[in-house]
């Protein structure tokens, strides 16, 4: 199974639901929905994916624990995280330097 992030995975899911909200529009309750086997199995695929992208630990630096946030904000914070580790690293060579000159 190819790599997909969860946003991905969210989409899919969404527009294949759009699909199947459309396929059944106006029929009633008791009527019979029949899937090709195909579509049967992409559905299954879509459940497995997007019960691996809930269930699988998150690398890094919050213990392998995930937590849930809206999108625009983890990659708010994501982009903050970047600046103030680039920022660390900044203030570690200059550190570095400083101690060389003061040799």
Do not use: N, Y
């Not at 909200?21 to 994916?49: H, N, P, W, Y």
């Not at 990659?75 to 060389?100: G, P, V």
């Amino acid at each position: 199974m190819e790599a997909t992030s969860a946003g991905q995975i969210a989409a899919i899911v969404r527009a294949e639901a759009g699909k199947m909200r459309a396929a059944i529009d106006g029929a009633s309750d008791g009527a019979q929905v029949s899937l090709r086997v195909s579509d049967f199995a992409k559905l299954a695929q879509m459940m497995e994916r997007l019960a691996d992208s809930v269930t699988v630990r998150a690398d890094g630096s919050l213990g392998g624990s995930r937590h849930w946030i809206p999108l625009d904000k983890f990659e708010r914070l994501r982009a903050e995280a970047t600046h103030w580790q680039a920022e660390c690293e900044k203030l570690r060579r200059e550190a570095q330097i400083d101690s060389l000159l003061r040799l």
